[in-house]
């Protein structure tokens, strides 16, 4: 290629390159500050202007921290179903209050494990890494798995359908997980995650427990079974 061809290639196929539409949403995270506003007062988790502060400090090493190390995760996760999100942006709040639970609809997650202001041992980014990705695959089995009432369970529904509510929400979702956690080769990373997941409450212990005892792969060919059909372009 001579030097007129190379400067017409970047002129008019570069931009094209660079519009392609994303198969997964961009995070911007920011300070939930209407959230932790609204929280109840609590001595043993106050939330006090220096933690405030250390939010605010950290919010662009968040941004990286995800940047950084979250395509893999979800190129993969989009890889195995081949489905993506629907969307291009999200805005990803991060809360102090100690008594806010991580949700995915809206997408709000709480920070405290994360800054030295409010932690005595501070969590790695990794960690914050998988449970911001721990919502976004509740968001994604949303999207791409619709609940349908009318539908007749799958066998591995049927089979796990006497748990609790907490548990049958998750074992689908750290299945998927696992598999793209050790695809990825970060078994080292995954086996923290099920240690600190499972010291967050019964039913994400209970759900890894079920994963590891089944395997993630049936878990994915069950999920595969229940894709609508694609939608033609």
């Not at 996760?77 to 806010?100: P, T």
């Not at 969590?123 to 994604?140: A, I, N």
């Not at 793209?180 to 994400?204: F, M, N, Q, T």
Request: charged share 30%; aromatic share 12%.
């Amino acid at each position: 290629m001579n030097f007129k061809h190379t400067i017409l290639f970047i002129i008019f196929f570069l931009p094209l390159a660079g519009s392609a539409k994303s198969l997964y949403p961009k995070l911007f995270f920011e300070h939930g500050s209407v959230f932790d506003m609204q929280c109840p007062e609590n001595p043993k988790r106050p939330i006090t202007p220096e933690m405030k502060a250390d939010l605010r400090k950290r919010l662009p090493e968040f941004q990286k921290i995800w940047d950084d190390q979250s395509g893999p995760l979800m190129n993969t996760l989009v890889e195995i179903f081949d489905r993506d999100f629907n969307r291009s942006e999200e805005s990803f709040s991060l809360v102090l209050c100690g008594l806010m639970a991580p949700m995915s609809h809206p997408l709000v997650f709480r920070v405290r494990d994360y800054l030295k202001s409010t932690a005595s041992e501070v969590k790695p980014d990794f960690y914050f890494v998988s449970e911001v990705f721990h919502e976004m695959l509740h968001r994604y089995i949303t999207t791409n798995f619709p609940y349908d009432p009318s539908a007749a369970p799958s066998p591995l529904e049927k089979k796990y359908e006497k748990e609790d509510g907490g548990v049958r929400s998750h074992i689908f979702l750290l299945a998927i997980q696992k598999s793209i956690y050790l695809k990825l080769g970060r078994k080292a990373e995954l086996d923290k995650i099920k240690v600190w997941d499972s010291e967050h409450a019964p039913s994400y212990k209970r759900a890894w427990e079920i994963v590891d005892k089944e395997g993630s792969d049936i878990f994915i060919t069950d999920l595969k079974k229940q894709l609508p059909s694609k939608t033609p372009q």
